[in-house]
């Protein structure tokens, strides 16, 4: 068995620390509310470059 470690003065139990549903739950990415890609920006930004 691993040797025990205490953290911050509690003793950790590994994995049993976070459960697999919190740690789902944490990475999951949440669904966008709405499209960021608008109509009227949809033409290429150019920007003015200074020439030799």
Do not use: L
């Not at 911050?8 to 739950?25: C, L």
């Amino acid at each position: 068995p691993p040797k025990a470690m205490i953290v911050s003065g509690v003793q950790t139990k590994g994995h049993a620390d976070f459960p697999p549903e919190a740690v789902q739950h944490y990475h999951d990415k949440p669904i966008p509310s709405h499209d960021n890609r608008s109509a009227h920006n949809s033409r290429p930004i150019v920007i003015q470059q200074p020439r030799k």
